[in-house]
């Protein structure tokens, strides 16, 4: 099976390769020789690779991963040629739709839209504050806002829905 | 000297003041939430009083509970940390009038600097020099504009009783005044129950430099020095240092002596540290923090003098002992704050569990922390995880060391404030010692794209420690739907992982 990689949002010329269970890594159609060793159960690696040491951990859940090395976060996407497919259908799917959860627990300061307003990708939706500091939540897309589930001074838990978009129509 | 101190605080400075206590024959006494059961404070202390709850406000900041622990333990002293009650008049007399020693100033000297028009009435009768400024506030927006009009804009809304960013604005012109002077007023009424304001001038591209005095209660003062703070962003320091790559030696002199006048005038004892604006070669004053700092050991590291046991000495009557001959400032020292954020995304918050922990060493490298394995990391407490901090003859190698020292740390299960410690390494501006109070704000966070070989090293770990982990992954398509689902936040500030899960997470498109 072969992957497409993304790091930190450029893809990266080189060729992954699963072959029955066994990583083939190569650049430029040259084979790596590679040594990976688990330091412990909690993401720290060992990795040898052309004869170069690397300390590299890797962290993260809900497949949101990246992979710490040198003091550098690197985003490291990896997609088959099947998930890759799927992602591009979905992606074009949920375009302008969808319900925007929190992702940390806060207190809403301010709403600064209302239901009915059309927000352009990036347009600020609410404020929140967390750990003292006032954090501005953003929308992921252009749409409609169809329903607001929060108010002002209220507080809301990690995964609480805030907004739900609908698409725009044509 | 005490026998034994407690200490109402926890974290990285609970254990500040336990290291120095333990060396010195000073038995402690931790008070601890129920969240912080299994924190270092509670370990590492000799006795450790729990206070039950999880919020701030049942614990640490519950001043019968704490006062009830010293008593039931026969502790003699209580020391306040940082942050918490710090700087609460109100606790540091309760702790006086229980018969205890407060590990901190006079009473007293706390409420008159912790307002900021009461400070200022008496830092103008000491001769500290000031922002151009009212120092009486003023009775309505007409008066506050009267006195914009004559200093010239931009100027600076500011609240008597405001803090951390709280109750002021700033005006750029005359008629933004009156409802600036509305929203802050009634922001400062409503956090801190004073509306009172006054007007200064604002000081653009100005840097924060501070300088650390100690008191002791026979009239002997001393000054250890400047700190630069600069780098900093919405009022949180990101990276201190000392000294100042902007202070002279005639600067620092200045600076001292203004600093020492500020606390003889309200009769200081103990640790403080006098915060000035300054612009080139003149300087003003801003605020005195009543309390140790954050970032006291950049000054401990350029003068070898342990700070806490200063505090302890002074806190048990003994005199300095010495004069500000005997402050000697040697090589360079550099701080880089730790913090559960992510720089990447618009310096988010971010909680999570602790996992692995790599911690740097080697010469004339500290690391000053609370954490441990499996710690969890919430929205309660502070975010500031800990310090890193490193000392070397000159400024160029502290930055190599303290470069280098990041590369070696890692911290799984959180996003630290670290990859922006090592952007500030990396920038020309701060290695030229070029840089001020903005500075930071508009530094670019997105991670470069990266070494060739470091980018598939990255990869190939990652798709291998997949493969590897296959089974503690076991709801892989469902997170996949999940994934693709996602919406992300801030897509301007985050630009380079596409539909990466940034700060949101949207659904409703699952089939």
Redesign the interface.
């Given at each position: 099976m072969k992957?497409f990689?993304?790091?930190?949002?450029?893809p990266?010329e080189?060729e992954?390769v699963?072959r029955a269970?066994r990583?083939n890594?190569s650049?430029g159609g040259e084979l790596?020789d590679?040594s990976?060793e688990?330091?412990?159960k909690?993401?720290?690696?060992a990795?040898v690779?052309?004869e170069?040491g690397?300390?590299?951990?890797?962290?993260g859940?809900?497949?949101?991963?990246h992979?710490?090395?040198?003091?550098?976060?690197?985003?490291?996407?990896?997609e088959d040629e099947r998930?890759r497919a799927?992602?591009a259908a979905?992606?074009e799917?949920?375009k302008g739709?969808?319900?925007?959860?929190?992702?940390?627990?806060?207190v809403v300061v301010e709403l600064c839209v209302a239901v009915g307003d059309v927000v352009e990708?990036?347009q600020s939706l609410l404020i929140l504050e967390?750990?003292?500091?006032q954090?501005?939540?953003?929308a992921?897309?252009e749409g409609r806002v169809k329903r607001i589930f929060c108010k002002a001074g209220e507080a809301v838990s990690?995964?609480a829905k805030?907004f739900?978009l609908e698409a725009l129509e044509e | 000297m005490f026998q034994r101190i407690l200490i109402a605080n926890r974290g990285e400075i609970a254990l500040r003041v336990i290291r120095t206590a333990r060396e010195q024959g000073i038995e402690t006494v931790a008070v601890y939430s129920e969240a912080d059961a299994c924190a270092l404070h509670t370990r590492l202390a000799d006795q450790a009083i729990a206070l039950g709850g999880h919020l701030p406000s049942e614990s640490y900041l519950d001043m019968d509970k704490i006062l009830a622990a010293a008593k039931k333990t026969g502790a003699e002293a209580i020391h306040p940390g940082y942050g918490f009650l710090a700087e609460n008049a109100t606790f540091a007399r309760r702790v006086v009038e229980a018969g205890l020693t407060w590990i901190g100033p006079p009473p007293d000297a706390i409420s008159q600097m912790g307002d900021k028009i009461v400070s200022r009435q008496i830092m103008k009768a000491a001769n500290v020099p000031m922002v151009p400024g009212m120092t009486e506030p003023a009775a309505d927006a007409k008066v506050a504009r009267a006195a914009a009009d004559e200093m010239g804009y931009p100027v600076m809304l500011k609240a008597a009783a405001g803090g951390?960013g709280k109750g002021i604005r700033i005006v750029h012109e005359p008629s933004e005044i009156e409802s600036a002077f509305r929203t802050a007023s009634g922001e400062a009424l409503a956090g801190f129950g004073d509306g009172r304001m006054y007007v200064e001038r604002y000081l653009v591209n100005t840097r924060h430099i501070e300088i650390q005095v100690m008191f002791d209660a026979h009239g002997n003062g001393v000054h250890f020095g400047e700190r630069e703070c600069s780098m900093q962003r919405?009022h949180q320091k990101l990276v201190e240092e000392c000294p100042s790559p902007a202070v002279s030696e005639a600067m620092r002199e200045a600076m001292g002596a203004a600093a020492l006048r500020a606390g003889a005038a309200v009769n200081y004892e103990g640790a403080g540290t006098v915060e000035f604006l300054a612009s080139g070669e003149e300087f003003f004053f801003l605020e005195m923090n009543t309390r140790l700092q954050v970032e006291h050991p950049v000054t401990e590291m350029v003068t070898g003098v342990d700070l806490v046991w200063e505090q302890l000495r002074v806190a048990a009557g003994e005199e300095l002992g010495y004069g500000q001959d005997a402050i000697q400032m040697t090589g360079h020292s550099i701080e880089v704050r730790l913090n559960a954020e992510d720089p990447?995304n618009?310096?988010?918050?971010s909680?999570?569990t602790v996992?692995?922990i790599?911690i740097p060493g080697g010469p004339w490298v500290r690391f000053d922390s609370g954490i441990y394995?499996n710690m969890e990391v919430g929205?309660n407490y502070?975010?500031m995880l800990g310090k890193l901090i490193v000392w070397a003859p000159d400024r160029k190698q502290a930055i190599a060391r303290m470069?280098r020292s990041?590369?070696?740390?890692?911290i799984?299960?959180v996003?630290t404030s670290?990859?922006a410690g090592?952007a500030v390494m990396n920038d020309a501006g701060f290695q030229a010692g070029e840089f001020h109070t903005q500075y930071l704000e508009n530094m670019n966070m997105t991670?470069?794209?990266?070494e060739r070989?470091?980018?598939?090293?990255?990869?190939?770990?990652?798709?291998?420690?997949?493969?590897?982990n296959r089974s503690a992954l076991a709801p892989r398509d469902a997170?996949?739907?999940?994934?693709?689902?996602r919406?992300?936040?801030?897509?301007?500030v985050y630009?380079?992982?596409?539909?990466?899960?940034a700060?949101?997470?949207?659904?409703?498109?699952r089939s």
């Open positions: 992957y990689v993304n790091v930190n949002g450029r990266i080189v992954i699963d269970g990583l890594v650049i790596v590679f990976y688990e330091v412990d909690e993401g720290q690696v990795l690779m052309d170069r690397y300390a590299v951990s890797v962290a859940k809900d497949n949101d991963y992979v710490t090395l040198a003091g550098h976060a690197y985003a490291v996407e990896i998930e799927a992602h979905e992606r799917r949920s739709g969808g319900v925007i959860k929190s992702v940390m627990p806060g990708a990036g967390a750990m003292k500091m954090n501005e939540i953003k992921p897309s990690a995964g805030l739900e | 951390g919405r990447s618009n310096f988010l918050p909680v999570g996992g692995n790599r394995p929205l502070d975010p470069r990041l590369e070696e740390l890692n799984g299960g996003r670290a990859v090592l991670e470069p794209a990266g070989d470091k980018v598939v090293a990255a990869a190939t770990a990652m798709r291998r420690w997949k493969q590897a997170d996949r739907l999940g994934w693709i689902a919406g992300r936040v801030g897509a301007s630009p380079h992982i596409a539909g990466s899960t700060g949101f997470t949207r659904e409703g498109t």
